[in-house]
Every structure is written in C-alpha cells, then in structure tokens.
C-alpha cells in the first residue's frame, strides 16, 4: 500500500467514530433553519452538507484542511527549483490534511506517472467528435468515457464489503486525476494545435508535464501548479462540487459522479465564468478601436451589461462578502511576473470599478471578485488565449477537491442525498397567505 494511501486508512480509522458518534447521540441536534427565501433561493446559507476538506468563511474566504491560501502554499515543499509544490503533494494534503514531506509527494508523483496514460479509445472518442464541440463537452465525455476502468464498480460486482467503498474509490480517484491534464493537453492540441501532440516526459511532475504536453514554456509549469491549487476546492455547496457528490451519492463511481461535476462547472455562473471574463474583457477592448482605457469608459462599459440584464463575469459570490483570496492570490502573482502587462492594467482598473459601479446598482450581495476575474490574464499573457479552454483549466484543479470528498463520503459511508421539496401552495400556507 502506498504510503499516502496508508495515511488516509489511518485517518478514516480514526474518524469513523466521529460521525458514527454524531449520528447516534446527537442526530436530532438543530445546525440550521430553512426559510422560504432559502427554499426557492436555491438553498442559500441552509446547513446542510458536510466536508472536512475546506471551509469557505464569507469574510476570510477559502481554507485548504485548516490553513489559508498563503499558508498552504508556505507549508507544502516546493518542486525542486520552482516557486509553487507539487499539485500531486497538495493532493496528499487535502487527502489527509497532514503536510507531506518531500519524499511522501515525491511518491505521489511517481504513482501518478504510471496512472497518466490515457487511453487510445479515448483519443478516438474526442478525434470523433465535432471540431466545434466545446472543450468542456470533451472533457467531460472522455472521463464518462472511462468509466469501463472503474476499480469501484469491479469490486461492487463482486460483493464488497461497504466499509471497504472508500478504497476503489480512492483508486479511481487516483486514476482519473493523474489523467485529467493528459486529457485535458490532448483536447487543447487536438482543437487548437491541428492534433500535433505532444508525447510525456516521464521526468515531470502533474504540473510540469502539463506545461510541457500543452506546449507552452517555463514558467508556465508553476503557472499551472498554481492555477490547480488554487482551483481545487470551496467547501461542497458550490455547484460543481455538489453535483460531484450527489452523483457519487447514489454509488456511481468517481467517473460518473465527476462528469457530472464537470457539467455543472461549465454553467456561465460557475467556472464558465474565467471564459466570459475574457471575453468581455476583449470585446470592450476592441470596441476601444485603440484608444487607451480610462476608468469613465470602463464604468460605462459596466452600466451598459447591467442595463441589458446581464451580469459582470467574475463578480459577486453566494457565500463571500469580500474579494476572492484566490483572487488576491493571482493578482499579486500578475503584480511580480507582469505588473505592465496591458490587460492585468485594464483588469485592474475594472477592480477599481466594477464594485462600486455593483454596489450603486443595489442588486449583488457580493459587488467584489471571485477567482475568475483574474486567472485569464495570466493564461493569455502566457499564450494560452483560447478562452473557450479555460474552464478545462479549472476543471482539472477542481477535480482535486471533489474526488477527495467522494473518497471521504464513501470512507464515512453518507446515505443517498435525497432533500424533500414542498409545494407552492403549502409555502403560501406556510405563509399565511392561503
Ligand atoms: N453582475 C450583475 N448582477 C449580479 C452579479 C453580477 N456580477 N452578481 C449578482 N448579481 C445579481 C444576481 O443576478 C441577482 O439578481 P436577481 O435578483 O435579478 O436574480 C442579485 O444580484 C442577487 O444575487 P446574489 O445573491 O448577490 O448572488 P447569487 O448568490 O444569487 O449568485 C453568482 C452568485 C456568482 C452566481 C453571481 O454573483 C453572478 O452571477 N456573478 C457573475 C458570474 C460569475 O462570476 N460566476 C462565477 C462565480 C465563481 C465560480 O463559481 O466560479
């Protein structure tokens, strides 16, 4: 057994009699109250899901397992001679929630390496598919595609025992992690690259590898390990997560369950969002026609999609009241690699802006920054500007924190998720008003 897989046995040990606890001395105690509001505003605030992975506070923002952006990025060792770790040693951390020593991410590394390869069918699915099919709809394809791998539904078959579930799951997870950026290279060389691709290079980490296949140079490698980190996980009620573990919830295996994770991170309200930002970013610029930016134009740029009914990509946040730490994050990696390139200027001068310009408009609860606001710029400035490819991008890095809770919530053997709805007339009853 690898080591990483022995520490999280030794963690889900010691867990178990936690929830098991919970649920039978203290099942009946009340953590939230739900309100009309909530029923039809999408659950909002309504407690009830359960993760030890992150927590996302609305004023400080993320923590991975305990510690905040800087301080897990500070805590996790470097890859040798690179700025950020390995997004294979962050893996083992949100995993376990210990730091991995060197050694410990240099085992997940090497594992990963042998898990990488992808498929030659898979290939064929996504060379067949519509050249103008998005990235995001053969991203998700060729992991629903894999799912005749699954370790889970080959033990299922044979009768396993359910405190044993978490185990193929953690395998599966595994699996399909270290070839999500494999995956994700070949559909970007293949839709962009006229299908030249790009074999691997087995000295490389996830993160360098990824650079390398995608084509692009140094230091794109940390650009990526980076990006991936940062992306992983906002504590389970956000779309793409939820949707990962409600899936999951029925025993579909991490294949299934992460497709459909994937699907719901493509909404433009969710990690489709990084594309739009670029878009209407560019489309403003070119309207432009080379004129320099200046902070009335932008506003008025800004007045112009709230007035048509749309909303500002990368603004606002159901849960945080305060600018995205990942966003911080990426600024101040623009501010120390490319403090002069144009388009961070004009990304900054929409920060200078756009909270004010939503705070005046009285709608958004949020009027600041999330993640996607500022992780295009950094893409584009390093070559990548097929912005419809960005929220693969995101996907991979999500990818880390949802199969983490899938393996989790098989170890701690949460039910079926199955919420009851009311009726319009029993809320008007409810109300008072019928
Ligand atoms: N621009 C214009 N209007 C906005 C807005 C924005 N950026 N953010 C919120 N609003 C509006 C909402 O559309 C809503 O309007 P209605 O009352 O007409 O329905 C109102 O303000 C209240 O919304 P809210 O409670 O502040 O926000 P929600 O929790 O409902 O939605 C989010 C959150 C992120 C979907 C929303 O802020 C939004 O649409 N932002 C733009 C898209 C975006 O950047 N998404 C990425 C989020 C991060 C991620 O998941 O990747």
Redesign the pocket.
Known sequence: MSTLKEALKKKIDEHRPRTVRLLKEHSDVKISEVTIGQAI??A?GVKCLVTDVSYLDPFEGIRFRGRTIPETFAALPAVKGQDYPSVEGFFYYLMTGDIPTAAQAAEVVADFKKRRQLPQYVKDIMRAMPADTHPMTMFSAGIVAMQRESEFVKRYNEGMNKMEYWEPMFEDSCNLMAKLPTLAAFIYRLKYKNDEQIDEDPSLDMGGNFAHQMGIAKPYDDVARMYFILHSD?ESG???AHTTHLVASALSDAYYSLSAGMNG?AG???????Q??LSWTMKFMEGLGGQEPTEEVIKKALWD??NSG??????????LRKT?PRYESQREFCLKNLPDYPLFKVISMIYKV?PGV?TE?G?????W?????QSGVIQWYYGLTEWDFYTVL?GIGRALGVLTNITWDRALGYPIERPKSVTTAMLEEFAGIK
Do not use: M
């Open positions: 505003g999408g909002r906002h956000n779309v793409s991170l433009p309200l969710h990690g489709l969002a990084n739009e930002v999609t709230l749309q909303v500002i990509p990368g603004y606002g946040h159901a849960v995205d756009a939503l408009h709608k958004a609860k949020n009027p920054p999330n993640v996607d606001a995101f």
